[in-house]
C-alpha cells in the first residue's frame, strides 16, 4: 500500500480591523508598494493575526517594497509580512519567494478590497484565509 504523504495545510486568520489597517496602508502607498510585519501567533499550522508593525530600514519602490531580514530584531511574535502588488496581480515574484520570512508572505493586489488580500505559504501555494469579525 501507498500512503500519501500530506502535509497539514496552514490556516491564516486575521483580525478584521488589521484587514482594514493593511488595505489602507496598501492604498496610502500606491502606486509604490507597501511593507508590512504581521504581528500575531502560530500554533500547529494555524497563524493567527492581529498586528501590524512598520518595519525598520523598509524601502519602498514601484517594483519592490522591503527590508534587509538581518536588522529585523528577534520577536517570537512576528509571524510573517504583506505588501502590495500596484500591478493588480498578486501572485508572489521570485523576489518574494527568495524574501520569504516568517510563516506566511501576503500579497494584496490593486485596487486593495477585500478581496484583493492573498496569503501564500514559503513554497508560493495559496493559502486560505478567514477574516475574524472578533472585536474582543
Ligand atoms: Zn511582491
Redesign the pocket.
Known amino acids: 500500500m501507498i500512503f500519501k504523504q500530506e502535509r497539514p495545510r496552514r490556516t491564516i486568520t486575521i483580525k478584521e480591523d488589521v484587514r482594514d489597517g493593511i488595505l489602507s496602508y496598501c492604498k496610502m502607498n500606491h502606486p509604490n ?1 507597501g511593507i508590512l510585519i504581521l504581528r500575531g501567533k502560530a500554533k500547529k499550522g494555524q497563524v493567527f493575526i492581529d498586528g501590524l508593525v512598520i518595519p525598520p530600514f523598509s524601502h519602498t519602490g514601484p517594483t ?2 522591503g527590508f534587509p531580514h538581518s536588522f529585523l530584531p528577534f520577536d517570537p511574535s512576528y509571524v510573517g509580512t504583506v ?1 502590495s ?1 500596484p500591478n493588480g496581480v498578486a501572485r ?2 521570485v ?2 519567494l527568495h524574501n520569504f520570512f516568517g510563516f506566511v508572505s501576503i ?1 494584496v493586489q490593486s485596487p486593495y478590497e477585500n478581496d484583493d488580500i492573498f496569503a501564500y505559504d514559503r513554497d508560493g501555494n495559496l493559502l486560505e484565509i478567514t477574516i475574524s469579525q472578533n472585536k474582543s
Do not use: C, L, V
Open positions: 508598494e519592490f517594497a505588501h502588488h508572489p515574484s523576489t518574494d500579497i
